[in-house]
């Protein structure tokens, strides 16, 4: 490793989350090799002082650890063992950190792959959006060896408010995750069921914001979500599609389980209906317009 305090990072997706995250990184003292699809994305990252490659591969070739923070579990799979893929010329001993959110026995048999190419893995899926990635205070659920942990301990450091060593195992890391995606999806979607039946009762839909917001009825996701349908701002900071992916993810593991999990089950429709209507690539927080469409009202509220 060229310095265990500030190893050279190769990050692959420089998106909603990952562009924050990484340039944070910067921030810190690392040396950063960015790698996305965009255009826009690799342009923002060098005016923040980074440098980019071409492949994973090229990243990687002169890293000490791999940052993958893209969508889901088959972009995961090309990052790292497509062509160009990063494992090809990661050095011996290099740790992977995946953020991305994928099934907990994806992340475990990814662990072991990794271990047969004498490279390291932390399973460390993330939550806090954009804004906490930008300031440097995202959670991540991290599971992973003492080695997997010590070598991504700075890239950890410059990126979080809070990290919970979950285990030894990959695969623990993104279970939690899991479980944090059926809740998070829940909740948005009851926040939207909840403001639509006040304003559809003709309620004060700001003020409805404000008593709820003092009550029992709260939710973080309530708090965070709801002001983006008052103001009727679905600028994406995570993006309805995101949560057709995740719930999905959720049933999956239910189904493995023989687990029912109803409540999951009815969030995820009212996620693909929004996407079905088209407002797939909109803030997550749009599933009110599911309600909108169906009741002829708005939930938005001129601010007082």
Not at 80 to 109: E, H, I, N, W, Y
Not at 128 to 145: D, H, Q
Not at 181 to 190: D, F, M, R, T
């Amino acid at each position: 490793m060229t310095d265990k305090n500030t190893p050279v990072v190769a990050f692959v997706g420089l998106g909603s989350m990952g562009l924050g995250m990484a340039k944070n990184l910067l921030k810190s003292g690392h040396k950063v090799i960015g790698v996305d699809p965009s255009a826009v994305a690799r342009e923002a990252f060098v005016a923040a002082g980074g440098v980019v490659a071409t492949s994973p591969a090229e990243a990687a070739a002169s890293a000490d650890a791999v940052v993958v923070a893209v969508v889901n579990a088959q972009q995961v799979e090309a990052v790292l063992f497509g062509d160009g893929g990063a494992v090809s010329t990661l050095r011996k001993d290099g740790v992977v950190m995946q953020c991305a959110t994928v099934p907990a026995a994806f992340a475990k048999t990814l662990g072991e792959r990794l271990a047969r190419s004498d490279h390291a893995l932390l399973d460390a899926p993330m939550s806090g959006g954009r804004a906490r990635a930008e300031s440097g205070e995202l959670t991540f659920m991290a599971s992973g060896t003492a080695n997997a942990f010590a070598a991504a301990e700075s890239i950890l450091a410059a990126t979080s408010a809070k990290v919970f060593r979950l285990g030894d195992a990959p695969g623990i890391g993104s279970l939690v995750k899991t479980v944090n995606q059926l809740l998070a999806g829940v909740h948005i979607a009851s926040a939207a069921e909840a403001m639509a039946l006040a304003a559809k009762a003709g309620a004060d839909t700001r003020a409805v914001y404000e008593v709820i917001s003092a009550s029992a009825g709260n939710s973080w996701m309530f708090g965070n979500r709801v002001p983006h349908m008052l103001d009727d701002d679905y600028s994406p900071l995570s993006a309805i599609e995101i949560f057709v992916k995740d719930l999905g993810l959720v049933l999956g593991t239910g189904h493995e389980l023989r687990l029912p999990l109803p409540m999951a089950a009815a969030a995820h429709q009212l996620f693909l209906a929004a996407a079905g209507a088209g407002w797939g690539r909109l803030d997550d927080a749009a599933v009110v317009k599911v309600y909108e469409q169906a009741g002829d009202f708005k939930v938005s509220s001129p601010k007082k």
